[in-house]
Structures are given as C-alpha cells and as structure tokens.
C-alpha cells in the first residue's frame, strides 16, 4: 500500500517563501512521476509541478515557472517544492500525488495525499 503525507503548508505573507515536502511510504511503479496539484476554494485541482523519479525531469504550471522548485529524495522517498516569491493567487490546498499514466491531468495520479494549506496573505 502506498501513503503520501505532505508537511510544509502554513500562512506567509506575499513575496515570502515555503518549502513544501511529501513522504511516500510504499513502492510505486519503475517509471513513477511525483509531484502537486493545488486547489483553491470554487476552483478546480489544478496541475503546479511533476518529476520524473527515475530521471529528474521537472514540469512546472506556467503560473509557478520561475517561483516554484521541484526535487527529491529517492534515498528517503521525499519529493520536495520550494516555493518562492509567494503571491496571493497561490493559496490554495496543496496535495502531492504519485504514479500517474499522464504528467498534468488530476484524474490520471493513482495516488494522493491529504492535502495541506498553504495561505498567503497580501
């Protein structure tokens, strides 16, 4: 059985930064991507950044290039985003997701963590 728990989420102030972290627990497939979708309150979940597992190949939202930073740990199974330059618009529930058969569609990650809150005030 595989388990992702995010930590990280919290309330900053526009221009401040994040660090957001995902442990997954259990063994995914060879060609695993990992990574997060947000979802803000009346919005749909919507793709932020992925990374190949095996390879390192980051994807990244238009509205995150720049500010967002992907990475991980294959040693100890934790994908990390760095989140920089904070603006309003990127509060939201952030939840980390694995084992997808496409990179930015929600419904194709078998995969999901709980979620957690990532507020920034302006």
């Known amino acids: 059985q595989v388990h992702l728990v995010e930590s990280g989420g919290g309330l900053v102030q526009a221009g401040e930064s994040l660090r957001l972290s995902c442990a997954v627990s259990?063994?995914?497939?060879?060609?695993?991507?990992r990574g997060w979708f947000r979802q803000a309150p009346g919005k749909e979940r919507e793709f932020v950044s992925a990374?190949?597992?095996?390879?390192?190949?980051?994807y990244y939202a238009d509205s995150v290039k720049g500010r967002f930073t992907i990475s991980k740990d294959n040693a100890r199974n934790i994908v990390y985003l760095q989140m920089n330059n904070l603006k309003p618009e990127d509060t939201a529930v952030y939840y980390c997701?694995?084992?997808?058969?496409?990179?930015?569609?929600?419904?194709?990650?078998?995969?999901w963590g709980q979620g957690t809150q990532v507020t920034v005030s302006s």
């Open positions: 990374i190949s597992w095996t390879y390192g190949t980051p």
């Open positions: 259990g063994s995914t497939s060879k060609n695993d991507h």
């Open positions: 997701v694995a084992e997808p058969h496409t990179v930015y569609i929600p419904g194709a990650y078998k995969y």
